[in-house]
């Protein structure tokens, strides 16, 4: 694994699950981070605290960090995400776009107003911040790197979440298509397609008997951790991925191997 010593990266949704994971980890190897996080007023008290210990975190390895609140489905936010992030930190190399939400619900019956907030958030959001990487990128000729936290949904259809997976097949050929557009500058652009993961977006995370259900249905078993999605991240961000772009890494427990088919029904 490469060390991400004197890196500046920014990480999108990091207050909480697996984006206080990436934070965390690219500070502890060696990166000054930029610490996206958006919340209402009740759960920004919560999001500070958590902030304020991933902030710890990082500081205790004597690098530079800094908080920045944007909603990263307004571009007025986002613009003013990358001055902060850019004179909090002093630069940019990359990127990773891992803010997400979720609303549940048939699609026959769900909001418009709520479909597109999906959409505004988790494809939106991650191409207003990509388009100012870039523009970063290209300014200072930079091979920065852009990293996408889609998931397993960009592929497996999900019944009742309509608006997360038409993003997340969005965010495929986001990825594929930059990947491509900006090749040639040596802006690498991959995604990773986290699994069924423990953290505050999914209700099952804090209810053992929900919990252990969605495990049995995954090949391996268990759950993912933030810190494996972290670290796929960061793998993909490191020099050790230098000739990888445009690519999805599912890290999924063998989820997107159609795990119904592994008994023999015959
Ligand atoms: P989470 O709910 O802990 O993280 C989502 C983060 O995005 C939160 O910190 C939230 O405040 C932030 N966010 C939401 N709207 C925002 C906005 N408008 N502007 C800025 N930030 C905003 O859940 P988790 O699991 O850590 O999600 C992170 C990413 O991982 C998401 O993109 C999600 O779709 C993806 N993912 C998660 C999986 C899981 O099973 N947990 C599986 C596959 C993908």
């Known amino acids: 694994m490469g060390s991400f010593e004197d890196k500046n990266v920014l990480v999108t949704g990091a207050s909480t699950g697996i984006g206080r994971a990436i934070a965390r980890h690219f500070g502890r190897q060696g990166a000054n981070v930029a610490i996206n996080y958006y919340s209402n007023r009740e ?18 390895c004597g690098r530079k960090a800094v908080l920045v609140q944007a909603d990263v489905s307004k571009e007025e936010d986002v613009d003013r995400l990358f001055k902060e992030t850019l004179s909090g930190i002093g630069g940019l190399d990359i990127l990773i776009n891992n803010a ?27 191409f207003l911040c990509a388009r100012q990487a870039i523009r970063h990128f290209l300014k200072h000729k930079i091979s920065g790197v852009i990293i996408n936290n889609s998931s397993v949904h960009q592929e497996i259809p999900r019944p009742g979440y309509l608006g997360y997976t038409v993003s997340k097949g969005g965010m495929e050929n986001m990825t594929r298509t930059l990947a491509l557009e900006y090749a040639r500058d040596q802006i690498r652009i991959n995604a990773i397609g986290p699994g069924a993961t423990a953290t505050p977006i999914n209700d ?34 490191s020099d050790d991925a230098a000739y990888i772009t445009g690519q999805t890494l599912f890290i999924d427990g063998g989820l997107t191997l159609y795990p119904s088919f592994r008994d023999d029904v015959t």
């Open 43 to 60: 759960e920004a008290e919560e999001t500070k605290q958590q902030v304020l210990e991933t902030c710890k975190q990082i500081e205790e």
């Open 100 to 126: 997400g939400m979720q609303i549940e619900g048939a699609s026959h019956e769900i909001d418009i107003e709520d479909f597109d907030q999906m959409l505004a958030v988790n494809l939106r959001g991650a």
């Open 204 to 237: 099952w995370a804090t209810d053992e008997e929900a919990r252990s259900k969605v495990a049995n249905f995954i090949p391996m078993g268990r759950v993912g951790t933030p810190e494996e999605m972290a670290i796929a991240a960061a793998f993909l961000a």
